[in-house]
């Protein structure tokens, strides 16, 4: 099946730094990748869509000067989160689709914590 | 209202007995339906899709109502193993999903 990693696992930074998120497809093309976050007893929610090569597309209410995303190649995407602040700790997830199909490949999640 | 909706539980059931989830989405457009599960600090992985016709795998089985706009879940001889949250998701035809808040089930030894 298809595999889509992420890195890191987890991360503690301080107050006003920067983090990057890597996701990765293993296996194949990921036209489109998606980065969501989870916080506590949430549902994950959708905050940006990038396909490769171009701009991303970010939801209502999510700040793209503060969560930089780069898709530059059809196997990876990054999200920067910029400046972090403690409200921003979550769990981010990113998912992978390889454009034929609906489906979507999660990756295993990075827990960001701020402090 | 929110674009879809889950009674978040906890549903608390004995092993090997039937439960059933629903959810219900506001989106008369919405394309494409899936039941993914989701482990405590874990991704979300995928369950199964949900045709209108209704479709089983194993001890589950899912419906569709587009009418209603209503999507269930039913699992059958409940596993310890099945304990996770069980998140209804759709899509709109924008490629992103739309997740539920997940029902959350625990079954009991």
């Known amino acids: 099946g298809a595999v889509v990693s992420q890195h890191p696992s987890r991360v503690i930074c301080k107050s006003g730094t920067s983090v990057k998120i890597e996701c990765r497809s293993l296996?194949?093309?990921?036209?489109?990748m998606f980065w969501y976050r989870q916080f506590p007893k949430k549902s994950l929610m959708l905050m940006a869509t990038?396909?490769?090569?171009?701009?991303?597309?970010?939801e209502q209410g999510v700040e793209k000067d503060k969560f930089l995303i780069n898709h530059a190649s059809l196997t990876l995407s990054t999200l920067t989160v910029t400046s972090a602040h403690p409200e921003d700790s979550s769990f981010y997830i990113c998912?992978?689709?390889?454009?034929?199909?609906?489906?979507?490949?999660f990756g295993p999640g990075t827990r960001l914590t701020v402090t | 209202r929110k674009e879809v909706e889950q009674d978040p539980g906890p549903f608390n059931v004995p092993e090997g007995a039937t439960v059933a989830f629903n959810c219900t989405y506001s989106n008369s457009a919405s394309q494409s339906f899936f039941w993914y599960r989701q482990d405590c600090r874990k991704e979300p992985k995928l369950l199964m899709s949900?045709?209108?016709s209704g479709n089983e795998d194993g001890r589950f089985t899912a419906q569709l109502n587009r009418a209603s706009q209503y999507i269930s879940l039913l699992i059958r001889d409940s596993k310890l193993s099945d304990s996770a949250t069980y998140l209804c998701?759709?899509?709109?035809?924008?490629?992103?999903?739309?997740f539920g808040s997940g029902t959350r089930l625990q079954v009991q030894p």
């Open positions: 998912s992978a689709s390889d454009g034929t199909s609906y489906e979507q490949y």
């Open positions: 949900v045709y209108s």
């Open positions: 998701v759709v899509n709109t035809g924008r490629r992103a999903l739309t």
């Open positions: 990038s396909n490769e090569g171009s701009k991303a597309t970010y």
């Open positions: 296996d194949f093309q990921a036209t489109t």
